[in-house]
């Protein structure tokens, strides 16, 4: 499976453009850029069709483009699918973030959950499911922290998983020598 990495990054990019969305207008792609989009997110990069494109226009020239593309397989009997972050800027597309998206059962319902890098498929879905059932942090009420999307990183310290959810930033950590694995280490609210 090939992969290419700079998700995580793009996303913590544009995140603040995206969450500006008042200054963002939805839109349809014309049939032309639809399949250009389509062959830089998914054809080219996985060899697979595109099940949806979100554009979105800003201010200026510039669009973005988020593209879910058809599922490539199936983990813990749901579909997975490439999530890839596209941008057109001077009339040209370059495609830069990318996750594969698998979704985590929990008790009232599954949480879209998007693992960047090497984390394997079943680490993500322990670290999410673990933190579900996980009760409270500091008196804060752990699942619901975890508004979908959310995203897995694992930075250069192995033992550290980044989780960041709509307004959350979880970080977990898998030595766990006298608890349960995985273990909440920090909780930040962002933007606060």
């Known amino acids: 499976m090939k992969r290419r990495h700079a998700g995580f990054a793009a996303w913590l990019v544009l995140s603040p453009v995206l969450a500006a969305g008042a200054d963002a207008t939805s839109f349809q792609l014309p049939a032309a850029e639809s399949a250009t989009v389509e062959k830089l997110a998914c054809r080219s990069r996985h060899d697979v069709g595109v099940e949806t494109i ?30 890839v972050q ?10 830069h973030g990318e996750w594969n998206e698998i ?15 090497q984390i394997p498929l079943g680490v993500s879905y322990q ?53 349960d694995c995985p273990r909440v280490f920090s909780m930040t609210k962002l933007g606060t």
């Open 54 to 83: 979100d554009a979105r226009a800003y201010r200026g020239d510039h669009v973005s483009a988020e593209v879910r593309c058809s599922s490539h397989g199936v983990f813990m009997g749901s579909p997975m699918h490439y999530i």
């Open 86 to 95: 596209c941008a057109r800027s001077l009339g040209q597309w370059d495609c």
């Open 103 to 117: 979704l985590v059962k929990v008790d009232e319902g599954e949480i879209p959950v998007r693992v960047e890098g």
């Open 127 to 179: 670290t999410i499911h673990g933190i579900a059932s996980s009760g409270n942090f500091q008196g804060y009420p752990l699942r619901e922290a975890l508004a979908p999307p959310c995203y897995l990183n694992r930075g250069s310290a192995q033992e550290f998983v980044d989780v960041k959810c709509d307004g959350w930033h979880i970080v977990v950590s898998m030595w766990c020598p006298q608890s």
